[in-house]
């Protein structure tokens, strides 16, 4: 499991209209289709499932960047037994515009099984129609850890979020199937006021024995045209990893490429 998890970093940010100030997607929800919400995916449980960081035990800096303007760092410490604890920050820009962020996130083990987390988060940044905006809200998770088959629930933007901001109060729900850690299945979907998912996202993982990890995955919001196809690479080592993510989408036909490092003291 933890040649696994050297394979996992911060990366990118979801696919939302470009003037409006977004959340963060890790590197690795991006290269698996955004489909993590129940993965146990280290620094990435800092956006994708924070619970899911109290079923290991490292002390871990991320890294990860798009650009000069487009990227992010965190710290997670997990080595206390049965609690995890984060921070991250992004900064993304987009036309002149410039959105950033932080969070602080706290997790425990409340059982062998089963985990639960909440965030604090800040965003701030134009809102869709180009006015500065903020946000201060909170996020809560829970991640059931089967070893072989993982589930994950997560509530965004508890307070209710921010409209102009196309942020939202959300409900998020994921599956992860772990084939002897070498191979990874994974599925979500995110529903906003209702049960009717605006996104839906698969991906797979290959962690192979020889220090390398293979990811794909797939996208769509089912309500618009837009979906896109996402890839993978990570170089894995106990100590320092590197990581890159490729989305394609269908709409733009372009290519978004993001880098990342993982360092485990």
């Excluded at 209209?17 to 997607?25: G, I, T, W």
């Excluded at 899911?52 to 965190?74: C, E, I, K, R, W």
């Excluded at 309500?223 to 080592?237: D, E």
């Amino acid at each position: 499991m933890h040649r696994f998890g050297f394979s996992l970093i911060l990366g990118v940010l979801a696919a939302l209209p470009a003037h409006a100030a977004v959340d963060y997607v890790p590197l690795q929800e991006k290269a698996q289709g955004q489909s993590l919400t129940g993965g146990n995916v280290l620094n990435d449980s800092l956006f994708s499932n924070p619970a899911g960081s109290t079923f290991t035990q490292v002390y871990a800096l991320d890294a990860s960047m798009q650009g000069f303007n487009n990227f992010a760092v965190s710290i997670l410490d997990t080595k206390t037994e049965g609690m995890g604890g984060g921070l991250a920050y992004f900064r993304r820009g987009v036309e002149g515009a410039r959105t950033q962020g932080g969070r602080v996130n706290l997790a425990s083990r409340i059982s062998d099984t089963l985990g639960l987390g909440v965030s604090g988060k800040y965003v701030a940044g134009p809102d869709t129609l180009g006015n500065e905006a903020k946000l201060t809200d909170a996020d809560l998770w829970l991640l059931a850890n089967f070893q072989y088959l993982v589930f994950g629930l997560t509530l965004r933007n508890t307070l209710g979020g921010n409209d102009a901001m196309a942020m939202n109060r959300e409900l998020a729900a994921g599956m992860r199937l772990n084939y002897k850690n070498q191979l990874f299945f994974s599925a979500s979907a995110v529903a906003q006021k209702g049960i009717d998912p605006k996104q839906v996202g698969f991906g797979m993982e290959f962690v192979s024995p020889y220090y390398f990890a293979l990811k794909g995955g797939y996208y769509f919001l089912p309500k618009t045209p837009f979906a896109a196809w996402t890839g993978g690479l990570s170089f894995i080592s106990p100590k320092l990893s590197l990581h890159y993510a490729v989305e394609f989408q269908n709409l733009s036909r372009g290519m978004e490429h993001q880098f990342g490092l993982t360092l485990l003291l």
